[in-house]
Structures are given as structure tokens and as C-alpha cells.
T-cell receptor
Framework: SQQGEEDPQALSIQEGENATMNCSYKTSINNLQWYRQNSGRGLVHLILIRSNEREKHSGRLRVTLDTSKKSSSLLITASRAADTASYFCATDGGNFNKFYFGSGTKLNVKP | DTGVSQNPRHKITKRGQNVTFRCDPISEHNRLYWYRQTLGQGPEFLTYFQNEAQLEKSRLLSDRFSAERPKGSFSTLEIQRTEQGDSAMYLC????????????FGPGTRLLVL
């Protein structure tokens, strides 16, 4: 089974609202990353957070990591229609050689 | 464009045929990864290369699948005797390796086996 699992599976909000997605994983990690995928396209890297970090920001994105709960959250503030996409968390399972992805959260931002 | 490129972008084939996909990583990246993604799911790891050496293969990579990276630059993924269950998006990613773990993904090759 996959290492990371996102919650919720789908999220629909109005433009301007904040969107929060959660990710849970199973084993120890060195880092956790969030990716965005527009329909039928490749993945775009958003942000990387290391296991010794608790929070990171990048523009309208805020990521938190709680290694004791094996969970992470991605907050997108002031969402835009262009943020409509699937969002995946990826963990390295304590091994830098590959990533484990969840099934993603499908975000729909209505204009 | 200096990102990861993949060719072809789409491939339709008949069951039993062989197909080959190509991935050109970002030029200075020594690690190259292949993933498979089916509809509604996240990518699943298939294999990765450190330069020309294939260092890890997933159990998903059956005997019909083979990947190469002959000169440590571009890579090919071949599927022999394709089956309908091989229909998926095949994604390639590259990274600098060492402590630079961020993987940069290409646009993918979408395979449809009829």
C-alpha cells in the first residue's frame, strides 16, 4: 500500500477561501514533499519540509509537519481558480531513493 | 525549456505489441526515476538510476518491463507484450541526488493498450 494518504479526497471551495489538505504516512521519513498535478499533466513540485522542521511557507502555501503524529498539512490561502488541481504528498520512507505518493486531494476552486 | 522531457506524450498500441518510452532528465541531474500512475491514483515507483546504474526496482516492474540509462543521460522504458492493464501514465523524474532530494517530473507518456 502507498505510504502517504491525503484527506479529504475531494474539496470544493469558492475563490478567495482557504484550502486545507492533510497527509498521513506510516513510517519514519527524512522529508515530505507536496506536489500539484493539473488534469492529465505532470507533477509540479510545491514545497519540501524536512523531518526536523515543523512549518514552512512559500508564497500562499503553508506546510506543517508533525512527525509524532506522522502527519502533514498543506494550507493554500486566498485560493484562485488556477489552484484547481490534484495535490499529492510524497514521503521518502526514510530512504532517499524513491517517493511514496498518496491518492491525492482533488481541489476545485470555483470562480 | 530545461525541464524533464518525455516522448512520446501519447501512445496507443494493441495488446501484445512492444512499446518504448524515452525520458530526458535535467542535464546536471544524476538520478532518474520512473513512476506509473493510473487514473485517480498517485504515482507508484517503478525504478531509479544513479547515473547509468539501475539501483532499485519495484515489484511492480514485471519481467516484461525493462529500463536502461546507457550513458547516464537519457533513459528508456520498454514494455514487451503489452497488456490492457499496462494502460497508465508513465512519469519520469530526475534529481540531483545526494541531499538534493526534490524530484522534478516530466509531463508523462500516456499509454493506452487496446
Amino acid at each position: 500500500s502507498q505510504q502517504g494518504e491525503e484527506d479529504p479526497q475531494a474539496l470544493s471551495i469558492q475563490e478567495g477561501e482557504n484550502a486545507t489538505m492533510n497527509c498521513s504516512y506510516k513510517t519514519s521519513i527524512n522529508n515530505l514533499q507536496w506536489y500539484r498535478q493539473n488534469s492529465g499533466r505532470g507533477l509540479v513540485h510545491l514545497i519540501l519540509i524536512r523531518s526536523n522542521e515543523r512549518e514552512k511557507h512559500s508564497g500562499r502555501l503553508r506546510v506543517t509537519l508533525d512527525t509524532s503524529k506522522k502527519s502533514s498539512s498543506l494550507l493554500i490561502t486566498a485560493s484562485r481558480a488556477a489552484d484547481t488541481a490534484s495535490y499529492f504528498c510524497a514521503t521518502d520512507g526514510g530512504n532517499f531513493n524513491k517517493f511514496y505518493f498518496g491518492s491525492g486531494t482533488k481541489l476545485n476552486v470555483k470562480p | 525549456d530545461t525541464g524533464v522531457s518525455q516522448n512520446p506524450r501519447h501512445k496507443i498500441t494493441k495488446r501484445g505489441q512492444n512499446v518504448t518510452f524515452r525520458c530526458d532528465p535535467i542535464s546536471e541531474h544524476n538520478r532518474l526515476y520512473w513512476y506509473r500512475q493510473t487514473l485517480g491514483q498517485g504515482p507508484e515507483f517503478l525504478t531509479y538510476f544513479q547515473n547509468e546504474a539501475q539501483l532499485e526496482k519495484s515489484r511492480l516492474l514485471s519481467d516484461r518491463f525493462s529500463a536502461e540509462r546507457p550513458k547516464g543521460s537519457f533513459s528508456t522504458l520498454e514494455i514487451q507484450r503489452t497488456e490492457q492493464g499496462d494502460s497508465a501514465m508513465y512519469l519520469c523524474a530526475s534529481s540531483l541526488g545526494l541531499a538534493k532530494e526534490t524530484q522534478y517530473f516530466g509531463p508523462g507518456t500516456r499509454l493506452l493498450v487496446l
